[in-house]
């Protein structure tokens, strides 16, 4: 793929493009209602889920998705990165590492507290990226399926 690498934020012309990645980054186990229900949510302003594109010329060949919400101990939101995915043929390229760099300057600029994420300790790209973006802290986590 070629061209240069746009960030944008997502809309609703995204669709079929981010379905393709959507699919690729839920390793093709889509559940229609949820898809439907996160699309409705990253394209309505009403909820606080947001997503980023990257282009590679017209190609969407990755997104990101976040979400803000309130915190104690602040008054501005903080801002959890739910889902990065870049496609395998544009990956080791810079891709994901802009996504991330534009989302830290619309919270720098939007003030929000802090920026978060998780990633698989066994995810090694994941963790090569993330390793020089954020600090590292020492925390368990613990999922309770209800």
Request: charged share 20%; proline share 3%.
């Amino acid at each position: 793929m070629s061209g240069v690498l746009t960030i944008n934020d997502i809309t609703a012309q995204d669709f079929g493009s981010w379905l393709k990645l959507w699919d690729a980054n839920n390793n093709g186990q889509r559940d229609e209602d949820v898809t439907a229900e996160t699309w409705a949510r990253l394209t309505n302003s009403i909820f606080p889920v947001h997503g980023l594109t990257a282009r590679k010329g017209d190609e969407l060949v990755g997104f990101l998705h976040y979400i803000l919400h309130p915190v104690t101990g602040h008054i501005n939101p903080a801002c959890y990165m739910q889902d990065l995915y870049i496609d395998p043929s544009c990956r080791r390229q810079g891709t994901a590492r802009k996504l991330v760099e534009h989302l830290t300057t619309i919270g720098k600029r939007e003030k929000w507290s802090r920026l978060y994420w998780l990633a698989e300790t066994s995810n090694q790209e994941a963790q090569a990226l993330y390793k020089n973006l954020g600090l590292k802290l020492d925390f368990s986590f613990y999922v309770q399926p209800l």
